[in-house]
């Protein structure tokens, strides 16, 4: 999946981003704003994952969604 299509969406995904990485918060959310790089950084200060991890578990739920 593109992810500028996420980027452009942010405000429709970022729930279901929540649903998948819950120990992000609202505000998390909001300074990300679709920025995958962001993103990634938040999802490994929150829970310890390596950056090459979460690269690939973003991959993953990026593939699986139905947009």
């Known amino acids: 999946m593109d992810w500028n299509r996420v980027e452009g969406n942010w405000k ?25 790089d962001q993103l990634e ?11 090459d991890q979460i690269r690939k578990d973003i991959d993953d739920w990026a593939g699986s969604q139905r947009w």
């Open 12 to 36: 429709q995904v970022k729930g279901k981003v929540k649903e998948q990485w819950g120990r992000l918060t609202d505000d998390d959310l909001d300074v990300i704003a679709g920025k995958r």
């Open 41 to 51: 950084g938040k999802i490994q200060e929150r829970y310890g994952i390596a950056k």
